[in-house]
């Protein structure tokens, strides 16, 4: 095949036939594990998907650092797929603040008129909120750290200031646990608990999908598939990082510290 | 047997973190940028260095005096590629058409085009 | 306006990658300098507020002595439309008999 133009044209791939079909069965599989109480095929299904992912992204950065397919518009594509899927999560975060919002502006009789609901007693935005915004903000210092030191070529300062980044998102979940196991309220207390532990449930899953994403950023650099002008996977899980942790900031000051 | 299976795993312990067979420990500095590169993009980038910002020739090209002896040089490896051309300096459309390699063609404006050869970027 | 587009697509594509290539040069000094604002601001700014806080988040854990409050059976608490779809159906994912009663009142 000649070419003279700077588009990556892609090559046949089964794995977006594959992963199409992983998702249609764990959708399936989990609606099985809500009405039939049976795991097996939901965990099944989820690491078949997971086994097509991580061949897919193998295959991606495989064209990137192998083949040398990714020239300067193909990465600013790529960047433009990240941003539509960033802003997609932006909406899907805004839902959850519109629903809260509606709840909490005007309160309705059934929970006694006020907010918070009669009989919730919410958390002390001070303690463990306090530490957990301190920790996010933190862990998006030690990324910019690591995206400086990737571009200024220093191998070893950029893996361990990404891990130093994971270990703060590890320390984050650790603390939503422990709140969400001390918490006086569960989720099917009022209005308050459903869309309390909906909104940071959500954004703890995305601290968690967060972390994964820098584990295989760090992955990507240590076997050298990352360089000083080809790290899309440092430079969009930093994305990620930032919006899970601007989301964050909007929850503290919302959901924890304006609600009390 | 068991020796054999208490030996190997032994040895896996003494690895470290990272196992990899060539490398120990974690190098102070990246390779060599340009070492690392291939293909495409690294063509595009010695390109950049040369000084040459557009090397496949995609973006918006300034349309100088020309003539059915001397028709702007539209450059690709194909049969054909396809050109806009945007007629004058107010046109809100731009002027679509298929450049065909051979004698050289006209917009409907009456500039001049004609499709040349290019060397390959990649494959033969 | 309408150059709004062509500017925002340049912004984005913010990998330079005749700078970064160019080793000893001004741009390398730049990152090399941002790095090390950064590498203070994570060590010497971010690593103690950290400390601080867990520490306040310890202190005041410890300080302050917890009493749960008497159970009454309100309507919009602990709502049970449908069981869950784990253990007994009763008892939410974050259940702790501590503080949690259930919908007849506490465990203990």
Known sequence: ?260 | MASYIVRSAMNISRRGLFTSAVRSAIPEEFPETMSVLTGLEKKEIEANIAGKDDRFEVQTLKRGDNSREAPIAIRSVYKSRVIGCICTDESTAIQWMWLKRGAPQQCACGHYFQLTDAKSAAGQ | MASFPRIFFRKISSTPALKAIDAGGAYHQEADKARDLWKKITLFVAFPAIAIASANCYVMEISHHHERPEFVPYEHMRIRTKKFFWGDGNHTFFHNKEVNPLPDGYED
């Open chain 1, 1 to 260: 095949m000649k070419k003279n133009h700077p588009f990556h044209l892609v090559t046949n791939s089964p794995w977006p036939i594959l992963s199409s079909f992983a998702l249609m069965n764990l959708l399936i599989s989990t609606v099985n594990l809500m009405n039939k109480k049976d795991i097996l095929l939901m965990n099944l299904s989820l690491m078949i998907l997971m086994l097509n992912l991580y061949q897919w992204w193998r295959d991606v950065k495989r064209e990137s650092s192998i083949k040398g397919d990714h020239t300067i518009i193909v990465k600013k594509m790529i960047k433009m797929g990240m941003i539509l899927f960033i802003l997609s999560e932006v909406m899907f975060f805004i839902s959850f603040f519109w629903g809260f919002f509606h709840a909490s502006l005007a309160p309705s009789m059934e929970i006694g008129l006020k907010w918070p609901p009669k009989g919730i007693n919410p958390f002390n935005p001070l303690e463990i909120p306090l530490l957990n915004t301190i920790v996010l903000v933190s862990s998006g210092a030690s990324i910019t750290w690591a995206h400086q030191a990737l571009i200024s070529k220093k191998l070893k300062q950029t893996i361990e200031s990404m891990l130093i980044t994971i270990m703060l998102g590890l320390y984050f979940s650790f603390l939503q646990w422990w709140e969400y196991k001390n918490s006086s309220f569960t989720i099917s207390d009022s209005i308050f608990g459903s869309s309390f532990f909906l909104t940071t449930g959500f954004h703890g899953i995305h601290v968690i999908i967060g972390t994964m994403f820098i584990i295989t950023a760090i992955q990507s650099i240590y076997t050298l598939k990352s360089n000083s002008v080809n790290h899309l996977s440092l430079e969009l899980s930093a994305w990620y990082w930032h919006f899970v942790d601007v989301v964050w900031l909007f929850l503290y000051l919302v959901i924890y510290w304006w609600n009390k």
